[in-house]
Nanobody
Framework: QVQLVESGGGLVQAGGSLRLSCAASGRTFSSYSMSWFRQAPGKEREFVAAVSRRGITTLYSDSVKGRFTISRDNAKNTVSLQMNSLKPEDTAVYYC?????????????????WGQGTQVTVSS
């Protein structure tokens, strides 16, 4: 069984920065792509960023491209999301997720493990 535990959320003013971290249990962390999703109240869960198994390839949604950076440390079984120039519309619960396969994907149904989420609130 894989467990994903997010941390690092909080309240920040617009223009500020936060760094989210996700710690994964298990020995197969480096075998799967990892992603961050977010869900705002009343909205569907949306893809934010993904990183390939070895951290070589990354993918971002258009809404965060240039402001957020995803990275991973396979030695520590962690994936991080550095969020800069935050906007009020970035306010959401952020989830770490592991793909059921090896390829990067933006489709939530292709992820088989999810963390409990961490709240990010950006004030204007």
């Amino acid at each position: 069984q894989v467990q994903l535990v997010e941390s690092g959320g909080g309240l920040v003013q617009a223009g500020g920065s936060l760094r989210l971290s996700c710690a994964a249990s298990g020995r197969t962390f480096s075998s799967y792509s990892m992603s961050w999703f977010r869900q705002a109240p009343g909205k569907e869960r949306e893809f934010v960023a993904a990183v390939s198994r070895r951290g070589i390839t990354t993918l971002y949604s258009d809404s965060v491209k240039g402001r957020f950076t995803i990275s991973r440390d396979n030695a520590k079984n962690t994936v991080s999301l550095q969020m800069n120039s935050l906007k009020p519309e970035d306010t959401a619960v952020y989830y770490c997720a592991r793909t059921s396969g090896v390829e990067i994907t933006t489709i939530p149904s292709r992820y088989d493990y999810w963390g409990q989420g961490t709240q990010v609130t950006v004030s204007s």
